[in-house]
């Protein structure tokens, strides 16, 4: 019994940290909690980046709407020649090759890739 009491009291003296043991391993935890912290506000800031990319898809949705609408129409209105003036297909043929040039240059214009109008300069 006084040989287990020994042990308890050695190994109570050898689980007892110093403290300059405490104090080293509390500015390891410093450091990694402090790395943990700047790459959590990195990640936060890339995060905000990616949300302000919301806007890119406001201008995707409205440049295919562009496209698409110039399509639309040339195609309907081909459509609509071709009945009243009996020319089928060729007139639906023709204004939808319009049409989808058209919904190309609106959506260029869109994305600023061409000027407003050939005859002005911008200034």
Do not use: C, H, Y
């Not at 990319?53 to 995707?60: E, I, Q």
């Not at 020319?87 to 939808?96: H, N």
Request: charge should be neutral; proline fraction near 2%.
């Amino acid at each position: 019994m006084a040989s287990d009491d020994a042990n308890q009291a050695g190994k109570a003296g050898k689980d007892k940290p110093g403290e300059a043991e405490l104090s080293e391993r509390l500015r390891q935890l410093e450091e990694r909690l402090g790395a943990a912290r700047a790459e959590e506000a990195a990640d936060a800031a890339k995060t905000a980046a990616q949300g302000s990319d919301a806007s890119g898809l406001g201008s995707a949705m409205r440049l295919s709407t562009e496209f698409i609408a110039g399509v639309i129409a040339g195609a309907g209105l081909g459509w609509v020649v071709d009945r009243l003036l009996g020319t089928s297909p060729w007139g639906f043929i023709i204004l939808l090759l319009l049409g989808f040039v058209a919904g190309i240059m609106n959506a260029m214009r869109s994305a600023g890739m061409l000027g407003t109008s050939p005859g002005k300069k911008k200034q």
